[in-house]
Nanobody
Framework: QVQLVESGGGSVQSGGSLRLSCAVS????????MGWFRQAPGKEREGVAS???????SYADSVKGRFTVSQDNAQNSLYLQMNSLKPEDTALYYC??????????????????????WGQGTQVTVSS
């Protein structure tokens, strides 16, 4: 049974940093595309960053230059380094994965329906 488990969330002040991790287990073949989504209260879930198995990344405009997505060589974990955090980054952050490539597709073009595997989320709260 495939499981994605996020960790690393917490509360920080504006300008601070956090590093989210997503541990993957139970899969017999590697995912071709993984991503980070977030959902703030009263808002729809939105894509934050994606990482294709070829190492190609894509970022939402709101986080470009501040967030960095990466993956370990064994593809057992996905990471999201978040710097210069802002109060508007406050949300529940989810890890997602799928067995098809997302190369050439910007994260803005990927929605909840495009990923078949999800974690339970980790809360990030940024105070001003």
């Amino acid at each position: 049974q495939v499981q994605l488990v996020e960790s690393g969330g917490g509360s920080v002040q504006s300008g601070g940093s956090l590093r989210l991790s997503c541990a993957v287990s139970g899969h017999s073949t590697n995912f071709y595309c993984m991503g980070w989504f977030r959902q703030a209260p009263g808002k729809e879930r939105e894509g934050v960053a994606s990482f294709d198995s070829d190492g190609i990344t894509s970022y939402a405009d709101s986080v470009k230059g501040r967030f960095t997505v990466s993956q370990d060589n064994a593809q057992n974990s996905l990471y999201l380094q978040m710097n210069s955090l802002k109060p508007e980054d406050t949300a529940l952050y989810y890890c997602a994965a799928r067995y098809t490539s997302c190369r050439g597709i910007a994260i803005q073009g990927l929605g909840v329906q495009d990923f078949g595997y999800w974690g339970q989320g980790t809360q990030v709260t940024v105070s001003s």
